[in-house]
C-alpha cells in the first residue's frame, strides 16, 4: 500500500502542483508515506523537506481546547465557567450566560471577528487594522469586543475565531502565564513536540516555510502582510509533520488529558448534518452507522493549507501541511480513497 499510496500522492501533486509535506503513519509509528514537494523559500529555491515547519493556520484550535481540558482537570475552570466569571475584560453586549461549552463548541452566538459567513478573504481585515499591531491576543478585543451578539446563545453552530481568542485570554489568566508559553510547556513539551511553536513571521526560526500566495497570472507573493504577525489561539502555530503526528499519539494514549475529558473532548457536541459534527476544537466524521471513521483538524490562511487526520478504527494519523492557499484536501481525499479502497478507514 505504501507505494500505491506514493503513486497517488504523486499524481495529484503534478495535478496541482502542491507545495508542502505529507505524512502517513501507521499504529506502530512507521511512516507509510513522508513526502515533501515545493520550496520553503522560492526566491532562494531552498526545498520543503520532512522537518520544515509549517503554520497550520485554524488547525491548532485543538491545542486551545486541550488547553482548557488541562485547567478543567486540575479543578481551576468547568465547562458550565461563565464568560463573565473567569475573565476580567468587559463585553457590554455579550448575554451573560455564555460558558466555556459555548466558546469551544462554536455555538456562543458572539460576534466573529472574521466572520466567515459575511467575509470572504482574510486580508479585508487589514485594510482598516493594522496587522502589525497584532502580537498578542488582547490585541485582537477592539475588532468583535463591543459588538452585539451574532445569534441567542446557545442557539446554532457558528464556527468564530473570536470565540478561540477568548478562551486563549481565559487559559493567560487562568494559568498566569502568556498562552503561547503554556501551549509549549504543557503540549509541545510535554509530547516532545520540539519543531513547533508559536513564531512571529518577522522573526522565523530556521527551516520554517514560507507562507505563498499564487495570483491567477503567474505571480506570487508571501503572507507576511496577509496574517497577524504572531498566532494565537484561535490558529497560527508552526509544526512539522512527525509533530503533529505525536500530538494525536499523545492525545489518544491520555497522555495529555485523563481519559474522561479525552473521550469528552472527542465527544460529537455540535451535529451539522448526519456524518459532520465538532467536538472541541475537533471536526468529527461518522459513517451510515453512526461509528467514527475520522477525527480531524484543518486550517486555511492566505499562504497556509493544513490537514490532520486520525482514524481511530486502525490508528492511522495523516498530517498534510502546505505553504501554499490550496491543495491540502485534494491529497486528503486520495490518500482517504485508497484507505477505502483497501478496506482501513
Given at each position: 500500500m505504501e507505494i500505491k499510496l506514493q503513486n497517488i500522492i504523486m499524481e495529484i501533486q503534478q495535478k496541482i502542483n502542491f507545495s508542502g509535506t505529507v505524512l502517513v503513519e501507521d499504529q506502530e509509528?512507521?511512516?507509510?508515506?513522508?513526502?515533501?514537494?515545493?520550496y520553503a523559500n522560492r526566491s532562494e529555491q531552498i526545498e520543503n523537506n520532512v522537518k520544515t515547519r509549517y503554520g497550520i493556520a485554524s488547525g491548532c484550535k485543538l491545542f486551545t481546547a486541550i488547553a482548557i481540558c488541562q485547567l478543567i482537570e486540575k479543578g481551576k475552570l468547568s465547562f458550565n465557567t461563565k464568560l463573565s466569571e473567569c475573565l476580567n475584560y468587559h463585553f457590554i453586549h455579550f448575554d451573560e450566560q455564555v460558558t466555556i461549552e459555548h466558546l469551544l463548541t462554536h455555538t456562543s452566538g458572539i460576534p466573529d471577528y472574521f466572520d466567515e459567513e459575511e467575509m470572504e478573504n482574510f486580508e479585508e481585515l487589514w485594510v482598516e487594522n493594522p496587522i502589525y499591531h497584532l502580537r498578542k491576543?488582547?490585541?485582537?478585543?477592539?475588532?468583535?469586543?463591543?459588538?452585539?451578539?451574532?445569534?441567542?446563545?446557545?442557539?446554532?453552530?457558528?464556527?468564530?475565531?473570536?470565540?478561540?481568542?477568548?478562551?486563549?485570554l481565559i487559559i493567560e489568566q487562568t494559568s498566569g502565564m502568556d498562552y503561547s508559553d503554556y501551549i509549549q510547556q504543557y503540549i509541545f513539551d510535554q509530547v516532545n513536540m520540539t519543531e513547533s511553536g508559536y513564531f512571529s513571521l518577522d522573526s522565523l526560526p530556521s527551516n520554517t516555510a514560507i507562507g505563498y500566495i499564487d495570483n491567477p497570472d503567474g505571480t506570487w507573493k508571501t503572507n507576511i502582510y496577509s496574517l497577524p504577525v504572531k498566532g494565537g489561539s484561535d490558529g497560527g502555530a508552526f509544526v512539522t509533520v512527525h509533530d503533529m503526528a505525536k500530538l494525536w499519539h499523545a492525545l489518544m494514549n491520555f497522555e495529555l488529558l485523563n481519559e474522561d475529558l479525552t473521550n469528552y473532548l472527542l465527544v460529537?457536541?455540535?451535529?451539522?448534518?448526519?456524518?459532520?459534527?465538532?467536538?472541541?476544537?475537533?471536526?468529527?466524521?461518522?459513517?451510515?452507522?453512526?461509528?467514527?471513521?475520522?477525527?480531524?483538524?484543518?486550517?486555511?490562511?492566505?499562504?497556509?493549507?493544513?490537514?490532520?487526520?486520525?482514524?481511530?478504527?486502525?490508528s492511522i494519523k495523516v498530517v498534510i501541511c502546505s505553504n501554499k492557499s490550496n491543495g491540502a484536501i485534494d491529497i486528503m481525499r486520495g490518500i482517504e480513497a485508497e484507505l477505502i479502497s483497501a478496506k482501513i478507514m
Open positions: 509509528k512507521v511512516a507509510l508515506v513522508n513526502q515533501s514537494f515545493g491576543l488582547s490585541d485582537f478585543l477592539p475588532l468583535f469586543q463591543n459588538r452585539p451578539m451574532k445569534y441567542k446563545v446557545g442557539d446554532r453552530f457558528h464556527y468564530n475565531n473570536a470565540g478561540y481568542i477568548l478562551l486563549g460529537p457536541h455540535v451535529e451539522m448534518n448526519e456524518s459532520d459534527c465538532y467536538g472541541h476544537g475537533v471536526w468529527i466524521k461518522k459513517d451510515s452507522k453512526s461509528s467514527i471513521l475520522k477525527y480531524h483538524v484543518m486550517g486555511y490562511d492566505p499562504g497556509v493549507c493544513f490537514h490532520a487526520a486520525y482514524y481511530p478504527e486502525s
